[in-house]
């Protein structure tokens, strides 16, 4: 039996003092593609950051592919929210690319040529390669982007985590992005993606957790976005409206 | 007699004869610990130790401004640098003596508890981090001053020219302060290159670099004791209000002018070195307090690089905003 990609029991999460997650229970499969979803405040960056170490103050068990993360840092790649990053700091596309080989090469030793070479492979394959020598603070939002899931890529993770991975994205990235995410998971890697575009999810993804405060629903995206279940979310019907 | 004439012009005596033969002689009389290191400089032996002192402390605080501008954290710097004057002034009262080896120390111990302070204050006190910063900048200056107020009405010989801490003086520089700067400079230099990678990571993405297993609070302890080290050697020189600017501005000049970090440290360094070295110099010789000489000086370059730099620069950045419109149309 495939472990779960990520398994939450009993979690609760704080900033501040104040909570923002309670009593989370969920189980998010291996090697299928699926979202966070939930409104502004639900807490889902928050879930997704407390699993990952990120939030100081967490109670609960987390397993990622069924062990501690301590365990099992090289093989999860984590792409965070845009606004994590530092902004205008001095580092090329190919710099940030390479940091993928630093969980196994270490934080001292160089990159083999081997490294090199998976560098030049990946970011080829999301179309950044003649980015390569331009600084990341030049770069638009898609493009930006598309140099991050390349440095998730060239850390060879078997399980993909990102944070609003679209926003300020364009359309023809996002479309880019969905569809090397999908190709991940035919070929066996698992992707969780913290999202608010909840049509999006209904067409690309396998999977979706639907938060506030805790999880309203989990399943199968038809499944879990009726508008029962997003009414307990959202306190209305959001696809309805539109 | 030509021959008299030819052996006392030896190449060892030639080499006085091109210089301030009166202000050379204590130098070329005393070995200092950097053994006539400082006679080869064309300049008089007192201005030497200057230049070279206060180059090796625009050296260090070039070299590591970027911990502070890059992280957003430069305001944390001025609070740490003003919290010096305090342990200056604490460590005097202790000692009763103005030993240039124990001021620091007490510098460093009062700019480290000031960075303490700022943090418990954040997280435990819930402030923001401006309103935090602020309260540790204002009230060290407050016991700081009010020390070297209540040392210099105490009438103790001893204390004239504490006060030199608060804008900076390189008068009475001596060849020893030379040696702690540049020992200072090898630690800062050494933790760089070691710790360059992991330095960049965890400033351009915290989030990544801990899930990659870095305990990012030791990152974020490295650097703050090498801003200690940064604001520490600078602030007998430069004075403790003025210190964050050569702090920030050597980086703000380097940033200008290169998009990756490893041209950008040595760059804001010998930027930094420069402004010492020349301010340092200027400062001597007009009779001015060193630290508005050197800031001043810093700043003009900055200003230039902003304007002017080709890439980043204003001008470039307008011609390119221009070049954009010409072809859209």
Same mark, same amino acid.
């Given at each position: ?26 189980? =998010?499969?291996? +090697? ?33 592919? +069924? ?38 090469? +270490? ?72 569809? =090397? ?62 | ?33 950097? @053994? @006539? ?11 030497? *130790? $200057? ?42 009262? /202790? ?7 124990? &001021? ?19 997280? %435990? ?13 204002? *009230? ?26 608060? &804008? ?5 520089? !001596?060849?020893?302060?030379?040696? *702690? ?11 760089? /290159? ?40 600078? $602030? ?9 600017? /050569? ?11 290169? %998009? ?9 360094? !010998? ?10 110099? *200027? ?47």
């Amino acid at each position: 039996m495939t472990e779960p990609a990520l398994r939450l029991q009993g979690m609760s999460a704080s900033y501040g003092g104040r909570p923002v997650l309670t009593g989370v229970d969920v189980e =998010i499969p291996a +090697g299928v593609l699926s979202a966070v979803v939930g409104p502004n405040g639900a807490g889902k960056s928050t879930m997704v950051k407390a699993a990952l170490g990120l939030v100081p103050s967490v109670r609960g068990t987390v397993r990622w592919l +069924g062990q501690p993360l301590r365990r099992v840092r090289k093989r999860v790649a984590y792409v965070p929210q845009s606004d994590a990053v530092a902004k205008d700091f001095p580092i090329t596309a190919v710099q940030v690319v390479e940091m993928g080989r630093y969980p196994h090469r +270490g934080w001292l030793r160089r990159l083999t040529p081997g490294d090199d070479e998976l560098v030049a492979d990946v970011m080829a394959q999301v179309g950044v390669t003649d980015l390569a020598d331009r600084p990341i603070d030049e770069l638009s939002g898609g493009q930006r982007q598309r140099v991050f899931l390349a440095r998730a890529l060239a850390q060879r993770a078997e399980l993909i985590v990102l944070d609003e991975p679209f926003t300020a994205v364009d359309a023809r990235t996002e479309a880019t992005l969905l569809e =090397i995410l999908t190709g991940l998971c035919r070929d066996g890697a698992s992707v969780i993606a913290v999202h608010h575009d909840l049509r999006d999810v209904l067409d690309h993804f396998d999977h979706a957790v639907l938060m506030a405060g805790t999880v309203v629903a989990a399943g199968t995206p038809a499944d879990v976005l009726t508008p029962d279940s997003l009414e307990r979310a959202y306190g209305m019907a959001p696809l309805a409206a539109r | 007699m030509s021959a008299v004439v030819a052996g006392s012009l030896q190449p060892g005596a030639l080499q006085p004869a091109s210089l301030q033969p009166g202000a050379l002689q204590p130098g070329s009389l005393q070995a200092g610990p950097l @053994g @006539g290191l400082l006679d080869a400089l064309p300049l008089s032996y007192p201005d030497a *130790v $200057v230049v070279v002192g206060t180059a090796v402390v625009g050296f260090v605080a070039g070299l590591l401004g970027p911990l502070a501008v890059l992280r957003q954290r430069s305001m944390f710097g001025d609070a740490m640098s003003h919290g010096t004057l305090a342990g200056v002034a604490v460590a005097f009262l /202790l000692t009763g003596a103005k030993v240039p080896e124990l &001021l620091l120390l007490g510098a460093a111990v009062s700019a480290t508890l000031a960075a303490f302070a700022m943090i418990a204050l954040e997280r %435990t006190g819930r402030l923001r981090s401006d309103a935090a910063i602020g309260v540790v900048l204002s *009230v060290s200056l407050t016991l700081g001053i009010v020390l070297l107020t209540g040392i210099s009405d105490s009438g103790n010989a001893q204390q004239s020219g504490l006060d030199e801490y608060l &804008l900076g003086q390189t008068a009475g520089m !001596v060849e020893r302060d030379i040696v *702690v700067a540049l020992a200072g400079a090898g630690v800062a230099v050494v933790v760089i /290159l070691l710790g360059f990678r992991l330095l960049r990571s965890a400033t351009f993405d915290p989030g990544f670099t801990a899930v990659a297993g870095v305990r990012t609070w030791v990152v974020d302890a490295a650097s703050t004791g090498l801003l200690a080290l940064a604001v520490v050697l600078g $602030v007998r020189t430069v004075g403790a209000i003025l210190m964050v600017a /050569l702090l920030v501005a050597p980086v703000v000049t380097a940033r200008q002018l290169t %998009t990756r970090l490893a041209a950008l440290l040595p760059l804001s360094a !010998v930027v930094g070195a420069a402004c010492g070295a020349v301010g340092g110099l *200027v400062s001597g010789r007009a009779e001015l307090p060193a630290g508005p000489v050197i800031v001043l000086l810093a700043t003009a370059l900055a200003v230039l690089a902003v304007v002017l730099a080709p890439r980043r620069g204003v001008i470039a950045r307008a011609r390119a905003g221009r070049l954009r419109e010409g072809a859209a149309r």
